[in-house]
């Protein structure tokens, strides 16, 4: 295994100066949706550029950049992390801390990190472990991946020797809104299968996730003076409370984990005359997937006619399940479970109760897109943490990953 640990950490710590926060409330309306994201795209454009690669970056804001094979005949790899932060704490203004983890309670100005909550911060003693200063996030969440497949890169360029495909590399804004994915310049794309750096601990592999959608439903009431309402009124705000409280209780997030799936009413507003709802559908399975969303729309329908109310429903698929481009395309988890075999890693595969950027470029492309770990924990939090010792680990793995290409050429 290569020691990068100092130069990832450099790069990371670099990387998280940037103020990329992203906005979620602007998704869809303003791409990106923070104008930070811009500048770290083009510091990232100028690396590339600077090491040599192809790079392309326009009106879609998705760095793409491709450094060419040294050698005939191998398939082209992809890499893709998101340069956004999300909005759930500060995430601008990082000041990155680097620890010599002795072990126990990290104490930060803004929180302390408890050893207790945090059992694989304990495998990290005698290692090194960057965090923020407890009063934004650290960022890892994607900037590990950022620098962890930027290293990659760079020691590709240094070390001319070591044989390679075509590598391509994907830097989008925007992943933490859920809109980092709506205009990826698929026709630039030349690899068949792809890997997101946007995972968590040591040896995570995430190869599946759910399938989701989102379902509008509008209800129009019937509006009369409140004193001849009998027998005529049609309380928009009551039919919707009403179709929320038929959802089985058992099947809502704050009820399941593991493989169960779930309905979940995100919002419901309006007035007594009209009331929309908006609420989620999640399943790893595709087929109780489908039938959730049957369900879900004749159970409306029935309430909206017990109480004469009309409604319209409006169904939006936001990404499926990559479990199944990952069982089309074996070889995308072959090349990770050997790169980890060769580099003595314990690999694990996890589910994902959520979805990937890889998830809707499986949907879209069908590339098969499993999600590699970073070495991060405790994402969207001021109690954020990387291990320095693992970010390196995943810059291995990169490498390790663009070698199966060269052996499988081989083959
Ligand atoms: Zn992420």
Redesign the pocket.
């Known amino acids: 295994m290569i020691d990068f640990r100092k130069d990832v950490s450099e790069r990371f710590i670099r990387y998280t100066r940037f103020d990329t926060m992203s906005d979620p409330s602007l998704a869809g309306s303003r791409r990106p949706t923070t104008p930070g994201q811009v500048v770290m795209q083009k510091a990232l454009v100028a690396e590339l550029e600077e090491l040599g690669l192809e790079v392309t970056y326009g009106e879609e804001h998705v760095v793409h950049a491709i450094l060419r094979a040294n050698a005939q005949g191998i398939a082209p790899v992809a890499f893709m992390a998101?340069v956004d932060t999300a909005d759930d704490v500060m995430g601008n203004g990082v000041k990155a801390r680097v620890h010599d983890y002795e072990g126990g309670d990290i104490v930060l100005d803004g929180t302390v990190i408890r050893a207790c909550d945090n059992p694989d911060l304990a495998r990290c003693a005698g290692g090194r472990v960057i965090t923020s200063d407890g009063t934004t996030l650290l960022g890892g969440?994607?900037k590990a991946g950022v620098a962890e497949i930027m290293e990659a890169v760079s020691y590709l360029v240094g070390h001319p020797e070591v044989v390679h495909g075509d590598v391509e590399v994907f830097f989008t804004p925007d992943?933490?809104t859920g809109a980092g994915m709506d205009m990826f310049p698929y026709h630039e794309m030349i690899s068949k299968v792809c890997y997101t750096l946007?995972g968590g601990p040591e040896g995570e592999i995430e190869t599946e996730c759910f399938n989701a959608a989102t379902v509008d439903i509008a209800i129009h009431g019937v509006s009369t003076h409140l004193g001849s309402a009998r027998g005529r009124l049609v309380n928009a705000l009551k039919v919707a409370s009403m179709i929320a409280d038929t959802l089985p209780h058992s099947e809502s997030p704050e009820a399941t984990d593991g493989r169960y799936g779930y309905y979940h009413v995100g919002a419901i507003e309006g007035t007594n005359v009209e009331a929309r709802m908006e609420i989620f559908i999640r399943d790893f399975d595709s087929g109780s997937f489908d039938e959730r969303i049957r369900a879900l729309e004749a159970l409306a329908r029935a309430v909206a006619d017990i109480y004469h109310a009309s409604i319209d429903i409006d169904v939006h698929v936001s990404y499926r399940n990559m479990a199944s481009a990952n069982a089309r395309h074996p070889e995308a988890l072959e090349a990770v479970m050997e790169a980890g075999r060769r580099l003595g890693l314990d690999l694990h595969q996890e589910l994902i109760r959520g979805g990937t950027d890889g998830a809707r470029m499986a949907e879209k492309a069908g590339v098969p897109c499993p999600n590699l770990f970073t070495g991060g924990h405790n994402?969207h939090s001021l109690e954020e943490w990387v291990s320095v010792d693992v970010m390196s680990e995943s810059v291995n793995m990169v490498l390790a990953i663009i070698d199966y290409q060269v052996a499988a050429a081989k083959a």
Do not use: I, K, N, P
Request: a negative charge.
């Open positions: 998101h969440d994607d992943e933490e946007d994402f």
